[in-house]
Structures are given as C-alpha cells and as structure tokens.
C-alpha cells in the first residue's frame, strides 16, 4: 500500500501547478507584513495574493497606493530577502472600493 502524501507536498504541488506562492511563503509573508511595510502603512494595506512572483496588495487609501508604488522596488527586494530569491520580483498595488470586487 502506498504511504500518504503530506498535506504540505500535495497544497506546494498545487501551488506549482497554479503558479502562486507555497504556503509557507504567504504564512511568511502574512507573519511579516508589518516588519516589511511599516505600521502606518499595514493599517490601510494587506497581501491579496501572490502569482507569478507579482504581490498584490489592497489598500484603501490612494495616498497610501502611492507611497507602494514609489516604494514597490524596495519592497519586492526586501520580500525576495524574507522569502527566496524570485519569490516576490513586483507589486501590484489596488484601492479597493466599497462594494467593488478588487479582483476585477
């Protein structure tokens, strides 16, 4: 009979197939969204999702979106350093609306 496979191997597979972040590198990257972004800007913006080594994060403030975008070099560098090389190379940076998908 063959041995189960971990849950963490089967939810990285997956991950590889869809092409977003390994589950250890979002926990990562959740756990140290403060450390990286600072708190004045933590408090109006959060990860929405890394794919393809692109972080999207949703803010709530277009001033706040600007200070990423500025920022956005420094900070996809400061992640590669956190997470691996290659893991975060840009960010995408949404203000989210009330009642709008940020998806779209």
Do not use: I, N, Y
């Amino acid at each position: 009979m063959k041995r189960p496979v971990p849950l963490r191997d089967t939810l990285r597979a997956v991950a590889d197939d869809l092409r977003t972040a390994t589950p250890d590198a979002l926990a990562a990257l959740s756990s140290r969204w403060v450390d990286v972004v600072g708190l004045q800007v933590a408090e109006h913006a959060r990860p929405g999702g890394l794919v393809d080594g692109t972080l999207t994060v949703l803010v709530d403030d277009s001033t706040v979106a600007s200070v990423l975008r500025q920022r956005s070099g420094t900070l996809a560098r400061r992640w590669s350093e956190l997470l691996g090389p290659g893991v975060v190379k840009e960010l995408r940076v949404v203000v989210e609306r009330p009642g709008r998908d940020p998806a779209r």
